[in-house]
Structures are given as C-alpha cells and as structure tokens.
C-alpha cells in the first residue's frame, strides 16, 4: 500500500469518518460526520498520483478494467481494522478514487437501530425482503446485519453476490459463500442465472439493475428461497414500483403477481445526522401482510403506507414514526427529521428527552 493511503486511512479511522475522495488539484478530501473536510496536512494531487494510488491497490485483472472501461468498483481490507470499498473513475481525463470504511465488526441490529421485526421476519424460509434506501443510507451494512443474524441461527446455505464484497462473513452455524461481480462472476445476471444449482437457502443480492436480474430474483423466491436485495430508492412505493417497471409493458402484470406472492417486506432507511456527531439510521418497515401483497397484486402501491396504521402489531412502521421516535430520544433535531422525510407533517413535535444512547 503506498504509506500516504496508509496515513490517510488512519487518520479518517481515528476520526471515524466514513470516506476519502481523491481528486485531481485538490488535498485528499474526508467524510466526518456526513460533511467532506480536505486534510490540510497533505498535499495536493494530481490524477497521475491518484492513478498510482489506484492500481497499487488494483489485481491484474482489475486494473484492465480501469484502462479499459475508465471506472472500477473494488475493495480491499486495511491493516485489521476494516475494509475499504473503493471506485476508481476518470473525470476530465484524470483519475479519481472515492474510498469508504467499512468496520471489519459487523454492527448489530440494535447498534444500528434496525427494527426488532426483521429478525423474525429472516426466520422465514422463503420470500423477498427489500432493504432500499438512497445511495449512501447504509443498505450494505444493514443488509449484513441481516445476514449475521441469520449466519448465527440457522443452519444453512448463505450465498451473497456483491459488487464489491464490503464485509466479511465467516460460518458460524450458516455456511457463508460470498461471491464478487468481476472475480468470481462475471455479472449479476450470470450468478443469479446459476445460484439456484448452488444449493443456496439464503440468496442476498447487493444491487438490482435490470430486468434480467430482477425476473431471476422472483423465481428464486418463488423457488423456496429467503432472498434479501439492495435497491435504490426515495420510499417503499417508489421501490415497488421499480420491480414492476423494469419490465416492459407486456410482462408488467405477471412481475406483479410474483412480486406479491412472494414479498416478506419493505425496508426503507436514511442516514440522518445525530446532534452529538455522526450518523443514525431512521428506518420504514412494511410487512408484506395479506393487505399489502393485495395492494401490490392491484397495482394500489400509492397505499401501501396506509396499512402501517393497522398492523402496528406486526412490527410495522413508518419513515416519520422512525424520526419522530429519535427526535423524542433527543437524537436528532427537530429539523433534521423534517428535511429527511416526505410527509414532515407526520412527525411529532413532542419535547425531546436526553439522548443516552443510539436507537
């Protein structure tokens, strides 16, 4: 590793910052606390340093990707103290590189805020849950979260497909089988084509693109498989809607019906900032009760929000209801939360107590 990464990365570690972004003609940039700061100590880069940078860090193979296709998405693990996620990309003919740190300890749902419902919901043995969010929200270590959960309780097949791999998992009472886009397939779409002869019991998917994928993903549900998928998107409904829509006309009706019989749940999630520092999660949670998976079945997804205020028993919530309630703890601001959400008019203004601890 060239030794000024090294330094960076300690000093956004020992910052608990998030990201780096290198760009050409500036200081090394670092995420803290969700605001960008450049690292005054450093010098200023040119793309032809950030490019050294880059392909030190780079296999053979991937650094064909890079000359060849201009941007390459990697990882890489620093010293015992975390992963990085790194894209390297070309702008105006210079290199650029954007790092995150991912924590080599996979957070817990209750570190992370997670709703206490899930865990039940990733007993099941098969369905889809959707973990979506904007890019940013923490979908991945969500999404981890889930997977360790269910690596420590069940004795089964865990197959993840991610691009890159971020956090590791080891087998606990799960056999763990982590397969990265561009070293162990050469695409979504050809992995999820043969998952299904893998044996899996538990599919996780770290992105949606196409319709290609996003078919193959239904059938392996519809196959007696627990799947877990990562999806852009600025709600529940807009999520919804994107399964159904990356089909053409045509086969609209029928990617409804598997979707509906098929669907566990909805998780919706945003990073808002905490006013001690830092980021907390604020989560939407819809389960996929006979209600929903109508309403979905109908085409009705401008409703599904609706059903939370029935089936409150069942674990659900709403993107305000999460707000509201760390608003109320004192973690975050009263505008804070209205800015993070769509319906700002659902949110209490009640007196917040003293935040003792992350929801």
Known sequence: MDPR???????????????????????????????????????????????????????????????????????FSWRDKARIRASAFYQRSHCSLSMRRIPMRIPSFDELGLPEALTGILSSPSGLILVTGPPGSGKTTSMAAMIDVVNRLRACHIVTIEDPIEYLHHNQKAAVSQREVGTDTESFE?????????????????????AESVAALLTIAEAGRL?????????????????????????????RMKLAATLLAVMHQRLVPRVDGGLVAACELIVGVPALRGMVREGRTGQLRDVVADHRDYGMQTLEDSLGALFRAGIIDYETAVS????????????????????
């Open 190 to 210: 050809q992995a999820l084509k043969s998952v299904l002869r893998e044996d899996p019991d538990v599919v996780l998917v770290g992105a949606l693109r196409d």
């Open 227 to 255: 799947v877990i998928a990562a999806l852009h998107a600025d709600d529940s409904t807009q999520a919804v809607d994107r399964i159904v829509e990356v089909f053409p006309a045509e086969r609209r009706n029928q990617a």
């Open 5 to 75: 990464l090294d330094a960076w990365l300690s000093t956004l570690h020992d910052h608990d910052g998030t990201d780096i972004l290198l760009t050409d003609g500036s200081k090394p940039l670092l995420r803290v606390g969700g605001r960008l700061m450049p690292l005054e100590e450093a010098e200023v880069l040119t793309g032809e340093e950030i490019e050294v940078i880059a392909r030190t860090q780079l296999h053979d193979q991937y650094g064909d990707r890079l000359h060849l296709g201009k941007e390459v998405d990697f990882s």
């Open 340 to 359: 993070a959400s769509l319906h700002p008019r659902e949110i209490r203004r009640d007196t917040p107590v003293a935040a003792t601890s992350r929801v």
